[in-house]
């Protein structure tokens, strides 16, 4: 089964400064990989994704993620953190192979500090 | 847009009653998903659905069931709520194709005491 590693359930980030989110994915077969935002009282919302060609991804809101196979990676980045970026933030694997079963990460709530 | 829509923002339940959760998509998604949400563990999958009446278990079904009867609508019943399936439930529903994303409903925070 797939499995989704993000460190560090809380981050705190100085506005203006560079957010990074970090997620690992264990499969010898690259997955289709998303990153997911979660606002307060909301459902979840797509980011970006990667399929294939360009590893570097751009998203929504200024983020942007790198697929790096041979690091099994997946990292978030946003050069300048706003305030408005406080939220839930959740990476996401879909195998390749098998099932359509998306698996998830267990989140970074993010913390914007003035 | 796709929409997803769950019937219930909040529900509060007793013990022991049955539940059920309703869960509608108006994009025509052969997909669709049941997904809790707890503080420090992500989003596990209880159940998904591929075609109308078709499911397979998730990671997390035991207490659980499902029925899709009509391609738009899926529903997650709880036989006899417990207080430890307290939580956050999110439905979603995507086209077939592991490319493809997911599109989430805004959640029912369901409670039983």
């Known amino acids: 089964a797939q499995s989704v590693t993000q460190l560090g359930s809380h981050v705190s980030v100085s506005e203006g400064a560079l957010v990074l989110l970090r997620c690992n994915y264990s499969?010898?077969?690259?997955?289709?990989l998303f990153w997911y935002v979660q606002y307060p009282n909301q459902g979840l919302q797509l980011l970006l994704k990667y399929t294939t060609g360009a590893t570097l991804v751009k998203g929504i809101n200024g983020f942007e993620a790198e697929f790096k196979k041979s690091e099994t990676s997946f990292h978030l980045t946003k050069p300048s953190a706003h305030m408005s970026d406080a939220a839930e933030y959740f990476c996401?694997?879909?195998?390749?192979?098998?099932?359509?079963?998306?698996?998830f990460g267990k989140g970074n709530q993010v913390v914007v500090i003035p | 847009d796709v929409k997803v829509t769950q019937s219930s923002r909040y529900l509060v339940k007793r013990t022991g009653e049955k539940v059920f959760l309703e869960c509608v998509q108006d994009?025509?998604?052969?997909?669709m998903f049941w997904y809790r949400q707890d503080p420090g563990l992500g989003l596990r999958l209880i159940y998904f659905s591929y075609d109308v009446k078709m499911k397979e278990k998730g990671d997390i079904p035991e207490g659980y069931s499902v029925s899709r009867e009509k391609k738009e609508r899926f529903s997650l019943i709880l036989e006899s709520a417990s207080t430890n399936q307290t939580s956050m439930y999110l439905c979603?529903?995507?086209?077939?194709?592991?490319?493809?994303?997911?599109?989430f409903g805004q959640g029912t925070r369901l409670t039983v005491v």
């Open positions: 979603a529903s995507s086209l077939s194709g592991m490319n493809t994303e997911a599109f």
């Open positions: 996401a694997v879909n195998p390749r192979v098998g099932n359509n079963r998306l698996a």
């Open positions: 994009m025509d998604h052969e997909n």
């Open positions: 499969s010898s077969v690259p997955p289709y």
